[in-house]
T-cell receptor, first 113, second 119 residues
Framework: AQSVTQLDSQVPVFEEAPVELRCNYSSSVSVYLFWYVQYPNQGLQLLLKYLSGSTLVKGINGFEAEFNKSQTSFHLRKPSVHISDTAEYFCAVSKGGYQKVTFGTGTKLQVIP | DVKVTQSSRYLVKRTGEKVFLECVQDMDHENMFWYRQDPGLGLRLIYFSYDVKMKEKGDIPEGYSVSREKKERFSLILESASTNQTSMYLC??????????????????FGPGTRLTVL
């Protein structure tokens, strides 16, 4: 079964600084990868997804992620964060041919003014 | 816009009670999901339905059951609530691509969640 590891439970970063949220997965088959964001007191919403094609994926709100098959990673990046990016971010993976996804434990991004 | 609604934002029940959590989506999605979210554990899948009257166990189905009599509605049932079921419950829906339960997973749309407290 596939699994997802988000090593950082919390990431504090100053406003306008760059940020990288790390995600590693384990699967021996082709995978589909997602990043979701949960703002305080809200449900999750999709930031971006990798299904196939270019390994660099651009999402909403200036976020992007790169699929690295050799390192089994799908790290999320933003060059300059804003206060409004304060939220919890979840990486998720699904193995090919299956519609269920497995979520990571989440990373709380705290943007400091 | 896709809308996924859940019957309650907050719910307080007593140990041993039967609890129903309702989820409704308005986008004609085939797939519907129930997750529970706990601090430090992320989201864990309880049950998944890829069509009316079809269901599949997720990672933590023990103590739960589900019902999907209509395409737009997916209910989670706690037959006899226990304190260790105190949690945030999230419902989601998505289009089904390909033959169920296989195919390429599509974007999941989430409801706002129900925070359930079992005393």
């Amino acid at each position: 079964a596939q699994s997802v590891t988000q090593l950082d439970s919390q990431v504090p970063v100053f406003e306008e600084a760059p940020v990288e949220l790390r995600c590693n997965y384990s699967s021996s088959v082709s995978v589909y990868l997602f990043w979701y964001v949960q703002y305080p007191n809200q449900g999750l919403q999709l930031l971006l997804k990798y299904l196939s094609g270019s390994t660099l994926v651009k999402g909403i709100n200036g976020f992007e992620a790169e699929f690295n098959k050799s390192q089994t990673s799908f790290h999320l990046r933003k060059p300059s964060v804003h206060i409004s990016d304060t939220a919890e971010y979840f990486c998720a993976v699904s193995k090919g041919g299956y519609q269920k996804v497995t979520f990571g434990t989440g990373t709380k991004l705290q943007v400091i003014p | 816009d896709v809308k996924v609604t859940q019957s309650s934002r907050y719910l307080v029940k007593r140990t041993g009670e039967k609890v129903f959590l309702e989820c409704v989506q308005d986008m004609d999605h085939e797939n519907m999901f129930w997750y529970r979210q706990d601090p430090g554990l992320g989201l864990r899948l309880i049950y998944f339905s890829y069509d009316v009257k079809m269901k599949e166990k997720g990672d933590i189905p023990e103590g739960y059951s589900v019902s999907r009599e209509k395409k737009e509605r997916f209910s989670l049932i706690l037959e006899s609530a226990s304190t260790n079921q105190t949690s945030m419950y999230l419902c989601a829906s998505s289009f089904r691509t390909g033959g169920a339960p296989g195919g390429v997973p599509d974007t999941q749309y989430f409801g706002p969640g129900t925070r359930l407290t079992v005393l």
